[in-house]
């Protein structure tokens, strides 16, 4: 058992009492919002409500519309490539004869 701690020892005791009410003072009382302020909050939250979720949908519209133009132009980028090597092989397979050629007609003379 601990001995020797007294009340005015610990943390939570007041060192100062309580302030009473003077009995002159009036209760006050709360105030509530009328009908038209809650309707004009409730207007307010449904509308802030819209607007994120418009936003999200045109996120979301954006974001697809992007990823199809990527798509668009990877297909493109690589329909071109393909295009440019087979051009690139033709003519390697034409410079070959034409250089076979040349030295054949310079053994002749």
């Known amino acids: ?22 009995p002159d ?16 909050a409730a207007r307010a939250r449904a509308e802030a409500s819209f607007k994120k979720e418009e936003r999200a949908k045109d996120g979301a519209l954006a974001m697809m519309e ?20 087979a051009k690139q092989e033709v003519d390697k397979e034409r410079e070959v004869p034409a250089a076979a050629n040349k030295s054949k007609g310079a053994k002749k003379r």
């Open 1 to 22: 058992m601990i001995t020797g701690l007294r009340a005015q020892d610990s943390p939570f005791f007041r060192k100062t009492p309580l302030r009473r009410l003077s």
């Open 25 to 40: 003072r009036k209760e006050m009382t709360l105030t509530t919002k009328s009908s038209e302020e809650r309707s004009t």
């Open 66 to 85: 992007y990823l199809a133009n990527a798509k668009m132009v990877r297909e493109r980028t690589e329909r071109l490539r393909a295009l440019r090597l």
